[in-house]
């Protein structure tokens, strides 16, 4: 190796040694660092799962995240085959899922609970042994909890104890300790979480978490403390960032969909905001309006009386006008977002009961409007703009929504490239012709990449800005054309129906045209096109994407594009599982190639914990490798060897003398 003297190099490049040896302080530390980073870029690459478009059905995401999609069953059955039969290998799985429910049941029944805790938690250790094998120990020791540290780590970091006879004795001396000191159940469900975190390496929720479901904040709370996850924001997404941050048409937004679904709960009970003002002026308002078009759609986990259903469509009612009154209010503002189509309330003749659209005229299914000026249509009442603000003032201040919103900044993007992959949640806007469309965004002209590079930044001015400036209030603005707008890349379709499907009864009126992009998506040239304007490889590399529901019971594949785009939006929620005739998409992307998981509905926790019911799924492959995927052939792997290139230099620096040992 030949090392250059301190003259040679640049003042730059002696501030980031000089950074480097603070934490790599004398030539031992360089060198083992070396050696680990080019160990682990040999070892199999981790398991990524990608979900999207979970719409607060916590539920059936959660149970998805603890069976990994099914991994953790088939890793139950390639370890103990024919070893354990059918019913014992379930109850096993239960445990790991379900720890703590499904130990409370077996102390209710198991008669000899001493032999049962160390035949499990041989079982258990097996399994965990098992799912960390492609991880570095370094890692498989972050994962594990403080109290057992040092007892898990003599436990998995061995050979299989019966290719080991001398330390059989030990082994089973732990685990017998374990339960005679009372800690056996502590043990079983540290490790069983321990096996969970192992077992899914990296999550990706590829946007639209928010909306119709009943638990979205319970979502994020379960991704606020997952190790390793990130987001794709979706439309729902932006909509709830944008009311966090105080964008009135969003928080109107926001709270007609609450109340369409039955899930003003969420807003209430999971984030402390105040419904009282509008409750109050719902009901003096639309007092004696049977509020027909408004009864909220109800499911299962929401079942209401009739004096509840006619009290939500009454909020339902008055907070749509709201809604239409401040957006119109935002394209008169912005004639640049050109939506001047959805201007409709001063297009109704309330004598006549009629309203023009696109200039033809349809007959109104309701013309009770109170609160509408004719002169003046756009325009809030005193009363409308008095409980706005008071909506507003309780957004911008509820301390778990800001919480949870932070949490979306902080882990989520527009789009991310990653091993080979790019994923975002719905489109890129295209050309008739399949071209990247130019977009006027807040007076730049831009498409492709550079497009939603410059959503992302506006996406962040809007939370982040100076409050009040021109700059932050334009991005405010932006929000909401996100959730909406026809050349939004989290929207892309030709107008949001929202007002024809509450009082126009023509279906063709309310029929949503999609983008460009959904004509062309299925073309390998588009694809391509697409893959390479992220500095993809076309013919290796893959689109992850949702938004628009897959109605696999129609037939339609989600594999589009021979391969090269995966739409793995299934029908997480419950909302379009009649469209699309399962339960939601996973897609899991391990050290052999792609899967996909179908779905079937969950039915509940109860099921699984006392029947051993688990949810059903198929597995299909999508990409099969011929070998397998080290770490070096990976984003990280990329990472890695930055890293040892210049542990390198310092290296060689500390040899020649230029950076001298810290101690």
């Known amino acids: 190796m030949l090392y250059k003297s301190r003259k040679e190099y640049s003042e730059e490049e002696l501030k980031i040694l000089d950074l480097m040896a603070q934490k790599f302080p004398t030539i031992s530390d360089a060198a083992t660092e070396i050696v680990n980073l080019k160990a682990i870029l040999y070892l199999p690459k981790g398991t990524e799962h990608f979900l999207t478009d979970l719409h607060g059905e916590y539920k059936a995401f959660q149970h998805v995240l603890k069976n990994a999609s099914g991994v953790i069953r088939r890793k139950v059955n390639e370890i103990f085959g024919h070893t354990l039969r059918e019913a014992e290998k379930r109850e ?20 000899d609970l001493d032999d049962w805790y160390h035949m499990t938690m041989n079982q258990l250790v097996e399994v965990c042994r098992n799912v960390s094998t492609k991880y570095s120990r370094s890692k498989v020791n972050k994962a594990l909890p403080q109290d057992f540290s040092y007892i898990f780590q003599e436990l998995l970091h061995e050979s299989n104890t019966h290719d080991m006879p001398n330390k059989m004795d030990y082994f089973n001396a732990i685990l017998s300790s374990v339960i005679e000191v009372g800690r056996a159940d502590e043990f079983i469900i540290a490790i069983s979480h321990v096996i969970q975190q192992l077992t899914i390496d990296c999550l990706h929720i590829i946007g639209d978490i928010y909306d119709r479901g009943p638990g979205p904040h319970i979502i994020m709370d379960i991704l606020s403390d997952y190790h390793t996850v990130d987001i794709q924001w979706g439309n729902h997404d932006v909509l709830w960032m944008g009311a966090a941050a105080g964008n009135k048409a969003s928080i109107a937004n926001v709270l007609r969909i609450s109340a369409r679904y039955a899930n003003l709960d969420v807003l209430e009970n999971g984030y402390g905001i105040n419904l009282l003002p509008l409750a109050r002026f719902a009901m003096e308002t639309y007092a004696n309006d049977p509020c027909t078009n408004f009864r909220p759609k109800t499911l299962q986990y929401n079942r209401m009386d009739e004096r509840d259903m006619l009290f939500t469509a009454q909020i339902h009612k008055a907070i749509a006008v709201m809604q239409f009154k401040i957006e119109g209010q935002m394209i008169l503002a912005h004639p640049e977002y050109e939506m001047e189509n959805r201007l409709l309330l001063d297009k109704m003749d309330l004598e006549k009961g009629t309203v023009i659209i696109d200039g033809a005229e349809y007959r109104l299914n309701d013309t009770l409007f109170p609160t509408i000026d004719p002169a003046n249509p756009y325009a809030l009442t005193p009363e409308e703009e008095d409980v706005m603000h008071q909506l507003m003032m309780a957004f911008r201040n509820s301390e778990k929504l800001q919480k949870h919103v932070r949490f979306l900044y902080s882990k989520g993007s527009i789009y991310l490239v990653l091993n080979s992959n790019l994923l975002y949640h719905a489109s ?66 030709d107008k949001m129906a929202t007002f024809e499907n509450y009082f126009v009864d023509d279906k063709e009126v309310r029929r949503e045209k999609k983008g460009a992009y959904y004509v062309h998506m299925e073309e390998q040239a588009t694809c391509a096109m697409i893959l390479e304007a992220f500095g993809l490889d076309p013919n290796s590399s893959h689109i992850i994407s949702g938004h628009i529901p897959v109605k696999s019971g129609k037939g339609e594949s989600p594999i589009k594009a021979g391969g090269r785009l995966l739409m793995i939006d299934g029908g997480f929620s419950k909302a379009y599982q009649s469209q699309t005739g399962i339960a939601g998409y996973t897609l899991i992307y391990n050290s052999y ?46 990472e890695l060897l930055l890293q040892i290139k210049e542990l390198k230099n310092l290296l060689a620096a500390y040899r020649s003398g230029v950076i001298k040992e810290r101690k």
Not at 611 to 628: H, M, N, P, Q
Request: charged share 35%.
């Open 428 to 493: 890129i806007p295209l050309t008739d012709d399949g071209r990247f469309k130019e977009v006027d965004i807040c007076g730049e002209v831009l498409s492709g990449r550079k497009l939603l590079n410059r959503v992302d930044r506006l996406a962040r001015e809007a939370y982040f800005g100076e409050s009040d400036s021109k700059e932050h209030l334009e991005a405010l603005d932006y929000m909401w054309y996100l959730w909406c707008g026809k050349n939004s890349p989290l929207f892309d379709k």
């Open 92 to 111: 096993l799985c239960t445990l790991i899922y379900y720890p703590e429910e499904k130990l409370e049941l077996v102390k209710r029944h198991e008669p």
């Open 593 to 638: 190639g792609m899967q996909l998981v179908q779905h079937e509905p969950f039915e509940s926790r109860r099921k699984v914990i006392e029947e051993g019911l688990d949810i059903r799924s198929t597995k299909f492959v999508v990409e099969a490798l011929s070998s397998r995927i080290k770490v070096r052939d990976t984003t990280v792997g990329k």
